[in-house]
């Protein structure tokens, strides 16, 4: 009975150390090359384009103009897409929960909006809502933190 424990407990650790490598690896395909695109990007003259195109619209938010690359890759990837932008920007901790707050609400819009046209939901209608609560959450919690 004790081997038949033991046998389980090294099966279950083998195949949780196993999967959470797995996981890992995933993880790391998305952030990794984003972390270096966004790396160079913050050595050229292409992220202070970015960042003064954006900047009047994302100071609504209390954000700078270089937090845009956050949301976009947020909501057209995925949030794994975002959090490897947003580690090789320098964001105060204020941003980034601002910006997390707004991808918790609106994120990966192409499959998720797949996603719930399949069970029947407006493409139009999950985009507006996902979309209006973060922009309203951004707002507020723009104000909340000061």
Same mark, same amino acid.
């Given at each position: 009975m004790q081997n038949a424990q %033991? =046998? #389980?407990s090294t099966g279950t650790i083998k195949r949780g150390l196993l999967a959470g490598i797995d996981v !890992?690896?995933? #993880?790391?395909?998305?952030? @990794?090359? /984003?972390?270096?695109v966004v790396t160079f990007l913050k050595h050229t003259p292409v992220l202070d384009i970015i960042s003064g195109l954006f900047s009047p619209l994302m100071r609504v938010f209390g954000l700078p103009g270089k937090a845009a @690359? &956050?949301? &976009?890759l947020g909501n057209v990837v995925n949030l794994?897409?975002?959090i490897g932008a947003m580690v090789s920007l =320098?964001? !105060?901790? %204020?941003? /980034? !929960?601002v910006l997390a707050i707004m991808l918790s609400f609106c994120h990966s819009l192409p499959?998720? !909006?797949a996603l719930a046209k399949k069970i029947g939901l407006s493409a139009i209608n999950? /985009?507006? &809502?996902?979309? $209006? #609560?973060? /922009?309203? =959450? $951004? @707002?507020?919690?723009n104000l909340i933190l000061g």
């Open positions: %033991k =046998s #389980l !890992t690896w995933q #993880l790391a395909r998305i952030v @990794i090359p /984003i972390y270096f @690359i &956050v949301l &976009v794994y897409a975002a =320098s964001l !105060t901790l %204020k941003e /980034i !929960t499959v998720e !909006t999950v /985009i507006a &809502v996902r979309a $209006g #609560l973060a /922009i309203l =959450s $951004g @707002i507020a919690f």
